[in-house]
């Protein structure tokens, strides 16, 4: 079955430096990943996707990539703020297989 | 427009008690998909709806169903509660359940079994 695997450890960063978060996923590449943001006590919100032939994507102070030799998804957010603190979910959504979350990453941007 | 409005957002209830979530999505979407999250086995897929048939299910026992009514409303039942059912239950809907389409979810609703 297909596993979607985050960091379980929290990532501390400093204000203004480059946060990166790494998602890995086991046998088939999906075709398509999700970048979610949780907060504590609320539902997730989607950030970016990216599709299976898409090297890179960017959004503002986000960036993901897709490597698909490496079976890995990378998140970065760049000039990190404290209100960037929050888990970040990784997932694989679509067709007909059950839909799957990685436990996400939580990040911590210290002032 | 108006987010996907989950019901109730706390409750309380004992062991073998029953209990059904509500969940209204944003206007238009037709995709409504149902999440347990807990501290230890994070978000899981519960179930999935569409157009009012379940086009996807999750590993859960039977204990746990939805339905989703003509106007894209659905519902989730969990019977014989159990503590460990004790999670956040999130509700999310999308245009057409395709993996490019993205989800928006409710704030969920909180359930404690005591």
């Known amino acids: 079955s297909q596993k979607i695997e985050q960091n379980s450890e929290a990532l501390n960063i400093q204000e203004g430096k480059t946060a990166t978060l790494t998602c890995n996923y086991t046998?088939?590449?999906?075709?398509?990943l999700q970048w979610y943001r949780q907060d504590p006590g609320r539902g997730p919100v989607f950030l970016l996707l990216?599709?299976?032939?898409?090297k890179e994507k960017r959004k503002e102070r986000l960036k993901v990539t897709f490597d698909t030799t490496l079976k890995q998804s990378l998140f970065h957010i760049t000039a990190s703020q404290p209100a960037d603190s929050a888990t970040y979910l990784c997932a694989r959504l679509g067709g007909s297989y059950i839909p799957t979350f990685g436990r996400g990453t939580s990040l911590i941007v210290h002032p | 427009k108006a987010g996907v409005t989950q019901t109730p957002r706390y409750l309380i209830k004992t062991r073998g008690q029953q209990v059904t979530l509500s969940c209204s999505p944003i206007?238009?979407?037709?995709?409504v998909s149902w999440y347990q999250q807990t501290p230890g086995q994070g978000l899981q897929f519960l179930f999935e709806?569409?157009?009012?048939?379940?086009?996807n299910k999750g590993n859960f026992p039977g204990r746990f169903s939805g339905r989703q009514f003509s106007n894209s409303r659905s519902e989730m039942n969990v019977s014989t509660l159990e503590l460990g059912d004790s999670a956040l239950y999130l509700c999310?809907?999308?245009?057409?359940?395709?993996?490019?389409?993205?989800?928006?979810f409710g704030a969920g609703s909180r359930l404690t079994v005591l």
């Open positions: 046998n088939y590449s999906p075709a398509y």
């Open positions: 999310a809907s999308s245009s057409s359940g395709d993996g490019a389409n993205v989800l928006t």
């Open positions: 206007s238009g979407h037709r995709s």
């Open positions: 709806y569409f157009s009012e048939t379940q086009r």
């Open positions: 990216i599709r299976e032939n898409e």
